[in-house]
């Protein structure tokens, strides 16, 4: 599927990204509805609060970036995501594997509208956020791989 996304052009890969973003979105917003996003940095020791609508506010300023030449609010919601980022990778944070992706995805879409176009491992940023929405949708049960395979152009 690498060669697949890679191979589309740039708008397209985003619009698949952004779309499987948005269905993989309800994890999220359950998660966040009955859940207490807080972590404690073990480095300092001080308790951080997850905004439970950083990830709808996030899609909705990666749709207002596609017709807009300014960047400023993906930069912003860039650094909002830095801390809790760095509070996964260093095991302050967990998330269970569904809302784990669907977090990832949206700050890997993210990260790649606002010009990152490679992950930190060198991998198609839009590529990534696509393969773990889809991940996403398939742990949590939310869409068939029928489906998946039919919004990706690919029904065999």
């Not at 060669?3 to 309800?26: H, M, N, S, Y």
């Not at 300023?61 to 801390?83: G, H, N, R, V």
């Not at 944070?93 to 490679?118: D, I, M």
Request: aromatic letters at 8%; charged letters at 25%; proline letters at 4%.
């Amino acid at each position: 599927m690498k060669e697949f996304v890679e191979g589309l052009p740039t708008k397209k890969q985003i619009d698949l990204a952004l779309t499987f973003a948005q269905k993989a979105l309800p994890i999220w917003e359950k998660y966040a509805l009955s859940s207490d996003l807080t972590y404690c940095d073990t480095v300092i020791g001080m308790r951080h609060t997850i905004d439970k609508k950083i990830l709808p506010k996030t899609i909705q300023a990666i749709q207002k970036s596609l017709t807009s030449s300014d960047k400023t609010p993906l930069k912003t919601l860039l650094e909002e995501f830095s801390e809790p980022i760095v509070a996964l990778q260093d095991e302050d944070w967990s998330l269970p594997e569904a809302v784990l992706k669907t977090f990832y995805s949206v700050y890997n879409l993210l990260g790649g509208v606002a010009g990152k176009e490679t992950t930190i491992f060198g991998e198609n940023s839009f590529y990534v956020s696509l393969n773990q929405s889809i991940d996403a949708l398939l742990v949590a049960k939310l869409l068939p791989i029928q489906d998946i395979r039919h919004i990706l152009g690919i029904d065999a």
